[in-house]
């Protein structure tokens, strides 16, 4: 069994900065491209940023310059470093990743329980 556990959410006023962590555990063969979506009350999910298992990274345009996406391969964990926070902002942050499990001959997303950040005067 695979879980992706997320960690640093929170409150934080504009201007401020956040770090979110995503560790995978459990039966893992590899892991491919790992990334986080986010979202806020009322909208779609919305894809965030990504990264692939070389390193290449991705971002949507409004956090392009404000937040950076990297990961730690031998501990199985994305980060997502987010300054600069704007209230738009605000919304549950999911981490996933393109996982293949020791039971299984292919990959597939998994997702982590998702994390609170709101950004709040």
């Known amino acids: 069994q695979v879980r992706l556990v997320e960690s640093g959410g929170g409150l934080v006023q504009p201007g401020g900065s956040l770090r979110l962590s995503c560790a995978a555990s459990?039966?893992?063969?590899?892991?491919?491209?790992m990334g986080w979506y986010r979202q806020a009350p009322g909208k779609e999910r919305e894809s965030v940023a990504g990264?692939?298992?070389?390193?290449?990274?991705s971002y949507t345009d409004s956090v392009k310059g404000r937040f950076t996406i990297s990961r730690d391969n031998a501990q199985n964990t994305v980060y997502l470093q987010m300054n600069s926070l704007k209230p738009e902002d605000t919304a549950v942050y999911y981490c996933?990743?393109?996982?293949?499990?020791?039971?299984?001959?292919?990959?597939?997303?998994?997702w982590g329980q998702g994390t609170q950040v709101t950004v709040s005067s």
């Open positions: 996933y990743g393109d996982i293949q499990s020791r039971a299984s001959l292919y990959s597939r997303n998994y």
């Open positions: 459990g039966s893992i063969f590899s892991i491919g491209s």
């Open positions: 990264i692939t298992s070389g390193g290449s990274t």
